[in-house]
């Protein structure tokens, strides 16, 4: 198991339960192959660029450990999902 990070933005306009019900998600797909870890909610936060003409997104960051495989399928249905501006997965064990 490694040990990876991703950070995900939330549309601002998307409302709360909506929010909630996409961190639950991506904690659903990482607990179907791995474990999840911490998860801090950033909250709304200042763009540093605009994204879609959106200046605020909605931060969200989740520790987890899975197999190689498991961060290509979440990149996939993160980059499909509507909700989701901009994502990075980052392994943390490589140096």
Known sequence: MINYEVMFIIDPTVEDARKDAVVATV????????EVG??????????A??????????????????????????????RISDAVMRHLIVN????
């Open 27 to 34: 904690q659903e797909i990482i607990a179907a192959d791995g």
């Open 38 to 47: 911490k998860v801090d909610v950033w909250g709304m936060r200042k763009l």
């Open 49 to 78: 660029y605009p994204i879609q003409k959106k200046n605020e997104g909605y931060y969200v960051v989740v520790e987890f450990k899975a197999s190689p495989d498991l961060p290509k399928e979440l990149d996939r249905r993160l």
């Open 92 to 95: 943390k064990d490589e140096k």
